[in-house]
């Protein structure tokens, strides 16, 4: 099992930056990938970012080169550094962990919202 609890969503006017925050406890030698995924009103759930236990990152097409995806294993945290928000980056964004087992753990979301 393992338990994954975000911070850091709020409101932020566009062009502005937020810091998502994931921790980790519970089974953490099992994650072999964490990450981020986010879901706006009406539309699919669609991936972030994410990052290995190796520390290789992927990235949505649609924030590559304005976030930052990255982690603390002392702190079994993983962070999301938001630059040049836009009104579309709107969304309720959900920490993910698969483990090596291909299980999945969802956090319980944060909002995010991108607004003058």
């Known amino acids: 099992q393992v338990q994954l609890v975000e911070s850091g969503g709020g409101l932020v006017q566009p062009g502005g930056s937020l810091r998502l925050s994931c921790a980790a406890s519970?089974?953490?030698?099992?994650?072999?990938?964490m990450g981020w995924y986010r879901q706006a009103p009406g539309k699919q759930r669609e991936l972030v970012a994410y990052i290995t236990t190796g520390g290789s990152t992927t990235y949505g097409d649609s924030v590559k080169g304005r976030f930052t995806i990255s982690k603390d294993n002392d702190k079994n945290t993983r962070y999301l550094q938001m630059n040049s928000l836009k009104p579309e980056d709107t969304a309720v964004y959900y920490c993910?962990?698969?483990?090596?087992?291909?299980?999945?753990?969802w956090g319980q979301g944060t909002q995010v919202t991108v607004s003058s």
């Open positions: 993910h962990a698969r483990l090596f087992d291909h299980r999945d753990y």
């Open positions: 519970g089974s953490i030698f099992s994650i072999s990938v």
